[in-house]
């Protein structure tokens, strides 16, 4: 996948967020512009 550059869209992706939860991104988010961040959590 090539990197985004500004003006880009972010393309549809999954990301599982729990057992059995699932979302779908950009598709999922209700407004124009969102902040996603990535938390690794404990390893």
């Not at 059995?20 to 690794?40: G, M, N, Q, W």
Request: proline share 5%; aromatic share 12%; net charge negative.
């Amino acid at each position: 996948m090539k990197k985004l550059d500004n003006g880009d869209q972010l393309p549809e992706f999954t990301l599982n967020i729990g057992d059995s939860e699932h979302i779908v991104l950009p598709k999922d988010i209700d407004t124009d512009y969102a902040i996603v961040l990535f938390y690794r959590g404990h390893w």
